[in-house]
C-alpha cells in the first residue's frame, strides 16, 4: 500500500523557519512536490523535485526562501521554508508522480499519490 507521511508542520513567528518532511512507503517515485492551500483557496503547487535532484522548479512566490531536496536512500523530500511570512500560511501536501520526466509538473492532476496534509502557521 502505498502512503506518503508528511510531518514538520507547526506554528511560527513571521521570519522563522521550519522543514517539512514526506517520506513514501510502498514504492519509489520519480518525482515528488509539495502544495499547499490556504482557508478559501485552491490548492497550489509550492516546490517540485524529479529524479535524484537534479531538477528542482519553485513557485514565484517562495523562490529564494524555501529549498526542495530529497534522499533516495530514504524515498524522503523535505522542504525548508525560511523567512515564513503570513502569507505562507496553508496546510501543505506531498504528492508523489511514478512517471519520471524532464520536468517537474505543476498541475496537481499529475501527480499519483498524496499525502494527508501539515499545518503550517505563521503569525505575525
Known amino acids: 500500500q502505498v502512503q506518503l507521511a508528511e510531518s514538520g508542520g507547526g506554528l511560527v513567528q513571521a521570519g522563522d523557519s521550519l522543514t517539512l518532511s514526506c517520506t513514501a512507503s510502498g514504492r519509489t517515485f520519480a518525482g515528488m512536490g509539495w502544495f499547499r492551500q490556504a482557508p478559501g483557496k485552491e490548492r497550489e503547487f509550492v516546490s517540485g523535485i524529479m529524479g535524484n535532484g537534479g531538477i528542482t522548479k519553485y513557485a514565484d512566490s517562495v523562490k529564494g526562501r524555501f529549498t526542495i531536496s530529497r534522499d533516495n536512500a530514504k524515498n524522503t523530500v523535505y522542504l525548508q521554508m525560511n523567512s515564513l511570512q503570513p502569507v505562507d500560511t496553508a496546510v501543505y501536501y506531498c504528492?508523489?508522480?511514478?512517471?519520471?520526466?524532464?520536468?517537474?509538473?505543476?498541475?496537481?492532476?499529475?501527480?499519483?499519490?498524496w499525502g494527508q496534509g501539515t499545518q503550517v502557521t505563521v503569525s505575525s
Open positions: 504528492a508523489a508522480r511514478i512517471v519520471f520526466g524532464f520536468r517537474v509538473n505543476v498541475d496537481a492532476r499529475e501527480y499519483d499519490s
